[in-house]
């Protein structure tokens, strides 16, 4: 079915790193070509056993893509790297409390990006509030980006070019396991390049704000200028940017637009669960 691809060869005698290195692009590029190109006849080998070397396994089924992660994430050793760019069901995130804890506990790396919308979803912003203070690392991010689940940076989980739409039964759902090493390798990267523009997502953090920072703050999102807030707290316009630069630490953005905009999506998502 096209499904596997042969293994890298280490460099022979006489071959260049360059000239290996491009060997390992075209392996990746092949591997990724035979995924794109499944068959839509592939539904009828969701039953099948897929030997445990292939380089690129069809998972069919929710139920089934879940246990085949969980059976990963079991035996996970050093990180698990998420990127989940559709909305969690209250029922998933409760599951994940219970999947995630241990792996925590074991001293498994955890990091998960999400959209910034999600910063406005309750149930969603105390799994993160629960979860940094256990050493998990949340982040979001503005611009689109893939699902992808990845266990210590040597299988993924990526969504198949077939998989079904929201609306659709879930016994429909595809997934591909991914276990060829180029091919991971280039997943990670991605991921990578995702998180480094991501910004960083700790809630139980607010509280490390000083209340000078938390006034700045404010005023900044009512459109006052440093150099203002200086004159009306009665502080020098340096002293102010260096508690900007403080909660810059705190919410782990680089500029003070991403700050003001990371602030903005909080104070919204505290208003919308606030009781009236």
Not at 80 to 94: K, L
């Amino acid at each position: 079915m096209g499904l596997t691809v042969a293994e890298s060869r280490r460099p022979g005698p006489g071959q260049t790193l360059d000239e290996h290195l491009d060997g390992l692009r075209e392996h990746a590029r092949a591997v990724l070509a035979h995924t794109e190109a499944l068959p839509k006849t592939v539904h009828q080998l969701a039953g099948s056993s897929w030997p445990d070397t292939a380089a690129v396994e069809l998972l069919v089924g929710m139920d089934y893509i879940n246990r085949r992660i969980a059976t990963y994430l079991e035996q996970a050793t050093e990180s698990m790297c998420a990127a989940q760019p559709a909305p969690r069901t209250a029922r998933v995130i409760r599951g994940s409390y219970q999947r995630d804890f241990p792996l925590l506990t074991r001293g498994v790396a955890m990091r998960t990006i999400y959209p910034d919308s999600h910063r406005l979803d309750e149930p969603t912003s105390k799994w993160v509030a629960t979860m940094t203070e256990q050493g998990a690392e949340v982040r979001t991010l503005a611009r689109p980006f893939q699902q992808v689940v990845i266990i210590d940076s040597k299988v993924a989980f990526i969504p198949s070019v077939n998989a079904p739409g929201p609306e659709e039964p879930q016994a429909h759902a595809e997934a591909l396991l991914v276990k060829d090493p180029a091919l991971v390798r280039y997943i990670v990267a991605e991921f990578e390049a995702r998180w480094n523009a991501a910004s960083q997502w700790r809630p139980s953090e607010e509280l490390q704000l000083a209340p000078v920072q938390s006034v700045i703050l404010q005023l900044l999102a009512h459109g006052r200028s440093q150099e203002a807030i200086g004159r009306e707290l009665g502080i020098s316009t340096r002293t102010v940017a260096k508690h900007v630069a403080a909660a810059r630490e705190v919410y782990g953005v680089d500029s003070v637009t991403a700050l003001m905009y990371v602030y903005g999506v909080e104070r919204a998502a505290q208003n919308a669960v606030r009781p009236t």
